[in-house]
């Protein structure tokens, strides 16, 4: 099938593109980008006008649940929602059931993608077998089946030496080894952040020490494996300042950021105990959520994901205490990228490509993907005026559980080319 995209204003720092330009596909690839191009024959016209064209976007933190916990999400379902979401390629964490430590569990969930047929789905390895943080998992295996990063998220690796053998090891393979960053001994049995909401609702807290004391441990880890280090889901102030000292050191840190962390705050925790709010970490102090846009903003934090953590009905709609960590977001991530920092101007739409789509490439180790001729065809189009409620009806994944139900927003993806395919076309996942 061949596609041309009309009108479109293309963004690609990669490129220094920023105008607006037509983009013929055909087949996988870009073939052509210029200010007018002809439709052939069979050529099917896309209208981009008032519309953004970006390279494919990139998240690199979701967990799909399968294996094990397929009525919450499947491998099909959260590529439908990825798709919905304007997303190409995603990056699935480890702690599925069986864990996926080996390269038939890594095998098993490209394959179930590729059937899908909607989104790269790129697992990554757990660090650990079972993620129990006792002994390697087995990592080379991993990495020839496809393996795009390691993390033992869900807990992190308690043990110091543990940690410590993971990264030499993982070092020698070219991968990214991702931090879950928490102390469970300092975490212990809080539900919420500790600090003024934590005594208003009487739960129990959970300091950022939890956090921070494992981004400075994994950190000097770093400096003394030479192992690339990402931070996931960072969430405080503090965590983010020592990150900053660890590249201006010249240190391989990287880290990402939630949206969750970056447009709500534990002041949004009120007494109607919506558990759509509980997440892993939890929600931080205002000040902490205000730094962590500062971030995104300037560079300090590389790229945007969403911890995308599907949950059933019934995982949800309980007391605070034993409702399940996590919050959907892949398809209101892009939405909230572009109400909140884009759309008002506090963002270029070049910052966003960098942290939704070209900085994420770079981490997983995937090849660039450019508004160019001859590059691969992932493309998103990106339409900044559609509005968006925020209903159940709006998510097309199997699971409901977002913190941003009600909201409304403006600006979603409208159209996605995966390898050329249509994967979303108006707004609607092409199955």
């Known amino acids: 099938?061949?596609?041309?995209?009309?009108?479109?204003?293309?963004?690609?720092?990669?490129?220094?593109?920023?105008?607006?330009?037509?983009?013929?596909?055909?087949?996988?690839?870009?073939?052509?980008?210029?200010?007018?191009?002809?439709?052939?024959?069979?050529?099917?016209?896309?209208?981009?006008?008032?519309?953004?064209?970006?390279?494919?976007?990139?998240?690199?933190?979701?967990?799909?649940?399968?294996?094990?916990?397929?009525?919450?999400?499947?491998?099909?379902?959260?590529?439908?929602?990825?798709?919905?979401?304007?997303?190409?390629?995603?990056?699935t964490m480890p702690n599925t059931n069986p864990v996926t430590d080996t390269g038939a569990e890594i095998r098993y969930q490209i394959d179930t993608a590729r059937r899908a047929g909607l989104v790269h789905v790129r697992p990554m390895g757990a660090l650990t077998r079972g993620e129990k943080g006792e002994s390697l998992s087995e990592i080379g295996d991993m990495v020839m089946e496809g393996a795009s990063?390691?993390?033992?998220?869900?807990?992190?690796?308690?043990?110091?030496?543990?940690?410590?053998?993971?990264?030499?090891?993982?070092?020698?393979?070219?991968?990214?080894?991702?931090?879950?960053?928490?102390?469970?001994?300092?975490?212990?049995?809080?539900?919420?952040?500790s600090g003024r909401a934590a005594t208003r609702l009487g739960m129990f807290g959970w300091p950022p020490l939890a956090e921070e004391l494992e981004i400075f441990r994994d950190i000097e880890l770093c400096r003394s494996t030479g192992c690339a280090l990402h931070i996931c889901h960072i969430s405080t102030a503090k965590g983010l300042e020592m990150v900053k000292a660890a590249k201006a050191e010249g240190l391989p840190v990287t880290c990402e950021v939630t949206p969750h962390h970056l447009f709500l705050n534990d002041e949004d925790i009120t007494d109607v105990y919506d558990t759509n709010l509980k997440m892993n970490p939890p929600l931080r102090k205002p000040s902490d959520m205000e730094a962590l846009v500062e971030g995104i903003l300037?560079?300090?934090?590389?790229?945007?994901?969403?911890?995308?953590?599907?949950?059933?009905?019934?995982?949800?709609?309980?007391?605070?205490?034993?409702?399940?960590?996590?919050?959907?977001?892949?398809?209101?991530?892009?939405?909230?990228?572009?109400?909140?920092?884009?759309?008002?101007?506090?963002?270029?739409?070049?910052?966003?490509?960098?942290?939704?789509?070209?900085?994420?490439?770079?981490?997983?180790?995937?090849?660039?993907?450019?508004?160019?001729?001859?590059?691969?065809?992932?493309l998103t189009l990106i339409d900044p005026a559609l509005k968006v409620d925020v209903t159940e009806s709006y998510f097309v994944g199997k699971s409901k559980n977002s913190a941003f139900l009600g909201q409304q927003l403006t600006g979603a993806a409208t159209d996605v080319l995966m390898v050329g395919k249509r994967t979303l076309a108006d707004g609607k996942v092409v199955a």
């Open 149 to 193: 990063a390691f993390s033992d998220d869900g807990h992190g690796v308690q043990s110091a030496g543990m940690m410590k053998t993971c990264m030499a090891y993982v070092s020698q393979f070219d991968r990214v080894v991702c931090a879950h960053c928490e102390t469970e001994s300092l975490s212990g049995n809080g539900v919420i952040n």
């Open 1 to 91: 099938m061949a596609y041309l995209i009309k009108g479109a204003h293309v963004v690609d720092p990669q490129l220094s593109l920023d105008e607006v330009l037509d983009v013929l596909v055909e087949g996988k690839t870009i073939t052509q980008v210029g200010a007018s191009i002809e439709a052939g024959d069979g050529v099917e016209v896309i209208d981009g006008a008032g519309k953004y064209l970006v390279p494919g976007l990139v998240d690199m933190h979701v967990h799909f649940r399968d294996p094990g916990f397929e009525y919450k999400e499947t491998i099909a379902s959260g590529s439908r929602a990825a798709a919905h979401g304007g997303f190409t390629d995603v990056a």
């Open 298 to 378: 300037d560079g300090s934090i590389d790229c945007v994901v969403t911890d995308h953590a599907p949950h059933a009905k019934h995982e949800k709609d309980c007391e605070w205490e034993i409702a399940f960590f996590g919050t959907i977001g892949l398809e209101t991530s892009l939405p909230l990228m572009l109400t909140h920092l884009v759309l008002p101007g506090k963002m270029s739409w070049s910052r966003l490509v960098e942290v939704m789509a070209v900085n994420p490439r770079t981490l997983l180790r995937c090849a660039p993907v450019k508004i160019e001729a001859g590059s691969q065809a992932d």
